[in-house]
């Protein structure tokens, strides 16, 4: 999950603190000190985190693409100019665009904003842009909320009491709530100073930057592990009194199952499980990086000389092309696999299925998944020609009738291909003509596919006049009683759109009846 900084760099921030025994500190000081603990932190603890440095005043500049370096961006932190004054409404949209830039519009990103609380004056201030949400175009749109998944964290160099004291806070939550809600507001608690800056960051890196830290076990072996990014809690929304699921932090492998047989499932999120490496001789303890789960890397490269349960099931699912079934919580599973960044690279990921005893319908509940051994016969059949899945049920669902749907164009159109073909073979196919019309048109009146009705009544009237000279006179009869009511259904007046009657066949004195049609 990427980083952006938005770091204030307006005059406002240059104004001073009190610091006693030291010389002058500027609130942009403070600011820095904060920066600089978080990068600190996320350089030891969240090394695969891209982040990005902007600065904004009345403009903004990235001042630091997307990187893992943290001594660049601390370099450029430690560089920063002072400019004119606060236009927060220009530099939003400017991380919007760095974002979807580097990033595209799905994948969730994280946005700390740095600041004192002052919001600028005039047009361009954050009050201005608040009071003119309402007044503005599609082309002026304000760039809360942001087009990709994101969390927004605002980090004031200013105490509650001075925030309230203004209507900076009532604007800051309203900008928060712009957002989605997501992220929060920090103040710092007591003077402005080094220590309560610290404290302000230490909250905000237990939020959101702490590493999830897990054991991996199957069976007798096991391997500390870190999972990137921290898993999210997940809230079910069928339940009445919804309450967040958390992946716990033993993470325990139930079995294992071939590729083709998992296909590719819905997923809620997908993390990367890098192995902790701990040395012994330096006393040492640090997670794997990306780079360090290389195809030919051993296992003593990997954790310090020492063998490691995680880097050997990395290999043996890329070898042998199976997942591993990963129990996260109570009913609820998840898979590990390796996935390839290169020809060289691959990475052992591991994806969350949504909770419950029965994620993947397919596969049946995972709790009554066993080992082939325990089958009477091996269910892949003795040279792999068959496959155990999907899993058929039981006994057939009452409700399960042979309905029409229409996913894909191609089954549309075999449907109208249907219709055709039995209309040039009328009246020998007159019964299954007008079944084949019947199902068609339920279909589309319960989909209010109007215009379907309207094109399939002027292909009849086509085919009408079509017919050669050698065909029955009873279907031109039929093909324009077909088309006609067809184009009265597609008014949708009840008198001909009820969706319980079907189109008769016209009576002729060719069908041997009278004349006249039976409307519906």
């Given at each position: 999950m990427p980083t952006v900084v938005l770091m204030d760099a307006s005059l406002s921030m240059t104004r001073p603190v009190s610091l006693e025994g030291s010389e002058e500190f500027q609130r942009k000081n403070l600011a820095v000190h904060g920066l600089t603990m978080l990068f600190?932190?996320?350089?030891?603890?969240?090394?695969?985190?891209?982040?990005?440095?902007v600065v904004f005043s009345s403009l903004w500049e990235l001042m630091v693409p997307f990187t893992r370096d943290y001594n660049t961006l601390q370099e450029a932190l430690n560089n920063l100019?002072?400019?004119?004054?606060?236009?927060?409404?220009?530099?939003?949209?400017?991380?919007?665009?760095?974002?979807?830039?580097?990033?595209?519009?799905?994948?969730?990103?994280?946005?700390?904003l740095v600041t004192d609380g002052a919001l600028g004056i005039g047009r361009g201030s954050l009050r201005h842009s608040l009071a003119t949400l309402k007044q503005r175009g599609d082309d002026k749109k304000f760039p809360l909320p942001f087009p990709f998944p994101s969390k927004l964290y605002i980090m004031c160099i200013s105490n509650a009491e001075e925030l309230q004291a203004?209507?900076?806070?009532?604007?800051?939550?309203?900008?928060?709530?712009?957002?989605?809600?997501e992220g929060q507001i920090f103040t710092m608690d007591g003077p402005l100073c080094l220590k309560s800056v610290q404290a302000m960051f230490g909250k905000l890196?237990?939020?959101?930057?702490?590493?999830?830290?897990?054991?991996?076990?199957?069976?007798n072996l096991a391997s500390d592990v870190q999972v990137f990014p921290?898993?999210?809690p997940v809230l079910l929304d069928e339940e009445v009194d919804p309450v967040p699921k958390a992946v716990l932090t033993e993470l325990e492998i139930v079995g294992f199952i071939e590729i083709g047989d998992i296909a590719s499932p819905p997923v809620l999120?997908?993390?990367?499980?890098?192995?902790?490496?701990?040395?012994?001789?330096?006393?040492?303890?640090?997670?794997?990086?990306?780079?360090?789960?290389?195809?030919?890397?051993?296992?003593?490269?990997?954790?310090?000389?020492?063998?490691?349960?995680?880097?050997?099931?990395?290999?043996s699912l890329k070898v042998e092309g199976m997942v591993a079934l990963v129990q996260l919580g109570p009913d609820w599973y998840g898979m590990l696999y390796s996935q390839a960044d290169s020809k060289k690279k691959s990475n052992l990921m591991m994806s969350l299925f949504e909770p419950g005893p029965e994620p993947l319908p397919w596969l049946g509940k995972i709790s009554?998944?066993?080992?082939?051994?325990?089958?009477?016969?091996?269910?892949?059949?003795?040279?792999?020609?068959?496959?155990?899945?999907?899993?058929?049920?039981?006994?057939?669902?009452?409700?399960?009738?042979?309905?029409?749907?229409?996913?894909?164009?191609?089954?549309?159109?075999?449907?109208?291909?249907?219709?055709?073909?039995?209309?040039?073979?009328?009246?020998?196919?007159?019964?299954?003509?007008?079944?084949?019309?019947?199902?068609?048109?339920?279909?589309?009146?319960?989909?209010?596919?109007?215009?379907?009705?309207?094109?399939?009544?002027?292909?009849?009237?086509?085919?009408?006049?079509?017919?050669?000279?050698?065909?029955?006179?009873?279907?031109?009869?039929?093909?324009?009683?077909?088309?006609?009511?067809?184009?009265?259904?597609?008014?949708?007046?009840?008198?001909?759109?009820?969706?319980?009657?079907?189109?008769?066949?016209?009576?002729?004195?060719?069908?041997?009846?009278?004349?006249?049609?039976?409307?519906?």
């Amino acid at each position: 999950m990427p980083t952006v900084v938005l770091m204030d760099a307006s005059l406002s921030m240059t104004r001073p603190v009190s610091l006693e025994g030291s010389e002058e500190f500027q609130r942009k000081n403070l600011a820095v000190h904060g920066l600089t603990m978080l990068f600190e932190h996320m350089a030891t603890n969240y090394r695969l985190e891209f982040t990005a440095l902007v600065v904004f005043s009345s403009l903004w500049e990235l001042m630091v693409p997307f990187t893992r370096d943290y001594n660049t961006l601390q370099e450029a932190l430690n560089n920063l100019e002072d400019y004119d004054k606060t236009c927060l409404e220009s530099a939003l949209q400017g991380v919007s665009n760095i974002v979807q830039q580097e990033w595209g519009s799905t994948c969730p990103c994280q946005v700390v904003l740095v600041t004192d609380g002052a919001l600028g004056i005039g047009r361009g201030s954050l009050r201005h842009s608040l009071a003119t949400l309402k007044q503005r175009g599609d082309d002026k749109k304000f760039p809360l909320p942001f087009p990709f998944p994101s969390k927004l964290y605002i980090m004031c160099i200013s105490n509650a009491e001075e925030l309230q004291a203004t209507d900076a806070m009532d604007n800051l939550e309203q900008l928060l709530t712009l957002s989605g809600g997501e992220g929060q507001i920090f103040t710092m608690d007591g003077p402005l100073c080094l220590k309560s800056v610290q404290a302000m960051f230490g909250k905000l890196i237990d939020q959101a930057y702490t590493p999830f830290h897990a054991v991996l076990r199957c069976g007798n072996l096991a391997s500390d592990v870190q999972v990137f990014p921290r898993p999210e809690p997940v809230l079910l929304d069928e339940e009445v009194d919804p309450v967040p699921k958390a992946v716990l932090t033993e993470l325990e492998i139930v079995g294992f199952i071939e590729i083709g047989d998992i296909a590719s499932p819905p997923v809620l999120s997908r993390h990367l499980v890098l192995p902790i490496a701990v040395n012994k001789e330096a006393d040492e303890v640090g997670a794997g990086t990306a780079d360090d789960m290389e195809e030919d890397t051993s296992t003593n490269q990997m954790a310090g000389k020492s063998p490691n349960f995680c880097v050997l099931l990395h290999g043996s699912l890329k070898v042998e092309g199976m997942v591993a079934l990963v129990q996260l919580g109570p009913d609820w599973y998840g898979m590990l696999y390796s996935q390839a960044d290169s020809k060289k690279k691959s990475n052992l990921m591991m994806s969350l299925f949504e909770p419950g005893p029965e994620p993947l319908p397919w596969l049946g509940k995972i709790s009554q998944l066993g080992p082939i051994s325990d089958a009477l016969e091996n269910p892949y059949g003795e040279d792999d020609s068959k496959s155990p899945f999907p899993v058929q049920p039981k006994s057939k669902r009452s409700y399960a009738q042979n309905v029409t749907v229409w996913i894909k164009a191609s089954g549309l159109q075999t449907d109208v291909q249907k219709i055709l073909r039995n209309a040039r073979k009328l009246p020998e196919k007159t019964q299954t003509f007008y079944k084949e019309l019947n199902r068609l048109r339920k279909a589309a009146l319960a989909f209010g596919f109007w215009e379907l009705l309207k094109c399939v009544a002027e292909l009849l009237e086509r085919e009408c006049t079509l017919l050669p000279d050698s065909a029955h006179p009873d279907a031109a009869f039929q093909l324009s009683h077909a088309a006609q009511q067809l184009r009265l259904a597609s008014t949708g007046d009840s008198q001909y759109a009820a969706f319980e009657h079907n189109i008769t066949p016209m009576l002729t004195d060719f069908s041997g009846g009278g004349g006249g049609a039976d409307r519906m």
